[in-house]
């Protein structure tokens, strides 16, 4: 059985193991080994004990995509390279997706453009892609009040590949 983790002691370490945690919270031995540490070693840091060398920052933003900023100030964007950040980790809360679907279907009604169930379930996911791009934590209610409308309205906006395509006619089968 794993001990508990001990509360970080700097700022720097808080950050570090956030990041970890940010990344899917993978096993601190798994974390370490991509950045070419031991598990020791990156336990240290993540209490605040020692400090990364730079090549150890540099893994840190090669590998898994890091703000330096972020990690050494707490400034900026977590990830400068998006690619490298994991998708979310959180299950999609279906009670937000429901809210999503019902703000879509309003939007629609309003501006009298009918949409079918599958139409509006896919622009609810694309919503929900939106919506974590642009909040840190959506299970912020405030925040996310705020933000759904204006999102909604820019991606009814916005053509979507997936509706804007027309379907390839069907063949009879004879």
Known sequence: MARPETEPRTPLARRLREFRRLNG???RAEFAAS?????STLASYERGESEPVASVLVAYRDRHGASLSWL????????VRRELA??????????LLERLFETLETLHAEA??????ASLARQAA???NMLIEKIRDVRDELVVQAVIPALARSLME????????PMPARQNAS
Request: glycine share 10%; no cysteine.
């Open 72 to 79: 050494l100030a707490g400034e900026g964007e977590v990830f």
């Open 126 to 128: 694309h919503l929900h």
């Open 35 to 39: 950045l070419g540490v031991a598990k």
């Open 86 to 95: 994991p998708p979310p980790s959180r299950p999609i809360d279906p009670a």
């Open 112 to 117: 009298g453009r009918p949409s079918s169930t």
């Open 158 to 165: 916005m053509p979507i590949a997936a509706e804007t395509e």
């Open 25 to 27: 919270d993978p096993d």
